[in-house]
């Protein structure tokens, strides 16, 4: 038996490296623009990340007004306020968030489909 004890490989986590790469994932601040799927073909928008120092109302209203759809500012116990947009406006949302000089176009990550 202490022939196959030797040769039992070790405890490895293969996760360890992400794990360690995580804990340093506050010192980033990201704007995540992610869609949600919806019934059918109706989807959804969110925004989420931006700083507390901007007016979430006001940058609704000019998105609302810029890409013509609806939406709403949510408030999340863990993420906070969430900007809501109908439909599919991911690369919309990013493009004016750079274009206003609200955010850095490598500080907006994109998630969906």
């Known amino acids: 038996m202490s022939e196959l004890d030797g040769q039992i490989p ?9 794990n360690a790469e995580d804990s340093g994932a506050g010192s980033k601040d990201y704007v995540h623009v992610r869609v949600q799927q919806r019934n059918g073909r109706k989807s959804l928008t969110t925004v989420q990340g931006l700083k507390k120092e901007y007016s979430y109302n006001k940058i609704l209203k000019d998105l609302k ?4 759809c609806n939406g709403t500012v949510v408030q999340d116990p863990e993420l906070g306020q969430v900007i809501q947009l109908q439909g ?17 176009k490598e500080d907006i990550k994109i998630h969906g489909f």
């Open 10 to 18: 070790t405890a490895f986590d293969p996760f360890a490296e992400a």
């Open 65 to 68: 007004k810029e890409f013509c």
């Open 88 to 104: 599919d406006q991911r690369k919309n949302v990013s493009t004016f968030l750079v274009q206003a000089g609200i955010v850095k």
